[in-house]
């Protein structure tokens, strides 16, 4: 559906018009003004409006739709097409969720096209519609505020998953050991929150790179340095995301390694208590075989020295088990 719809002319507000056909005749032969249309998971029926108004590839125009697209600038002979991908951070769950943003832009349009539930376009019209000056530079100023807002939460986002990674180290390395198979999990799904933040923002620097530098139809003049300092700014985001993963292949080696060692110290201490079993089962095992001429067996004393001689045996292998740590 069609969210938001108006013509902006010298940055200000004008109009929203009833026929997008007429209202991009009239941009045009104004020179100073621009259409900007924005939408809300279109259906095929509502985006073809759109799509002979301002003519827009079939093959952007089939991306928008289905969705699920990488992070891309394409260019067509009467628009560019930007593919970006907002990010959001549920605390509840710890979780990262991306949406998808599409941009078409033209000589005097821009159509928004937004799937899932990350929307900064609200905000970032509101913004610009207080920056008349800015909004002057026509609809490359929308795709540069734009871009910036989402790349600028992926800076926040980033923030909340090192916190949330400090508190999977003092998990990992607690001295709790009654939960291991939570913490696996729980790293796991952490990886993979990780790896769903990488598929946003790692394939968006080569959009941004072309888009800082010259050449890119419909992209005004004078904003390079604008585009750079997203570029700029998309570097720290993917900074973040290869120290996120580093790190937490780290975590995930440690709790590997810290499961290992008390794999190993249960099975000392088991060895060690089946060992002070063994010595008192092998001599009640030899007095059990009921032969006729056995020592001791006629002595009144045999039976207490048997039990004395377990009871030796095991003191002595539980103090030398301990002096080794075994338990």
């Known amino acids: 559906m069609i969210v938001d719809c108006a013509v902006y002319r010298n940055g200000n507000r004008t109009e929203v018009p009833a026929d997008l056909a007429g209202a991009l005749g009239r941009a045009r032969a104004a020179g100073d003004a621009f259409l900007w249309i924005g939408l809300y998971e279109p259906t095929e029926q509502e985006f073809s409006l759109v799509t002979s108004a301002f003519g827009l590839h079939r093959l952007a125009v089939e991306d928008a ?3 699920h697209q990488r992070p891309k600038l394409e260019v067509y002979e009467d628009s560019l097409f930007l593919v970006l991908k907002p990010v959001s951070y549920e605390e509840a769950g710890s979780t990262v969720t991306t949406g998808e943003l599409m941009v078409f832009v033209g000589d005097c349009f821009v159509v ?3 799937h899932g539930e990350a929307n900064p376009l609200s905000a970032v019209r509101a913004g610009l519609e207080h920056r008349p000056e800015v909004l002057q530079q026509g609809p490359t100023a929308v795709m540069y505020a734009v871009a910036d ?3 600028d939460h992926y ?3 980033a923030e909340e998953l090192h916190a949330d990674l400090d508190e999977l180290e003092a998990e990992v390395f607690s001295v709790d050991r009654n939960r291991p198979g939570s913490t696996a999990a729980r790293i796991y799904t952490f990886k993979r929150q990780v790896l769903e933040f990488r598929r946003a923002t790692v394939p968006l620097a080569e959009p941004m790179a072309r888009l800082a530098g010259a ?4 992209v005004h003049a004078g904003s390079q340095p604008f585009f750079r300092d997203v570029a700029d700014h998309l570097t720290r985001a993917n900074e973040h995301v290869e120290v996120l993963d580093r790190l937490m292949s780290d975590v995930l080696s440690a709790h590997l390694a810290q499961t290992g060692v008390r794999q190993n110290d249960d099975l000392r201490k088991i060895s060690a208590w089946a060992a002070m079993v063994a ?4 001599i009640a095992g030899v007095y059990g075989m009921n032969f006729q ?3 001791e067996l006629t002595r009144w004393w045999g039976y207490p020295a048997a039990l004395g001689v377990m009871v030796a045996v095991v003191l ?5 088990f301990r002096r080794r740590g075994w338990l």
Do not use: N
């Not at 050449?215 to 419909?218: I, K």
């Not at 010595?279 to 092998?282: E, G």
């Not at 002595?316 to 030398?320: H, N, T, V």
């Open 155 to 157: 800076l926040e986002v």
């Open 112 to 114: 928004t096209v937004r």
């Open 65 to 67: 739709l289905t969705a």
């Open 149 to 151: 807002a989402v790349v």
């Open 316 to 320: 002595l292998l539980y103090r030398f």
């Open 279 to 282: 010595v008192p089962t092998m």
């Open 215 to 218: 050449g890119v139809p419909f």
């Open 293 to 295: 001429h056995m020592p």
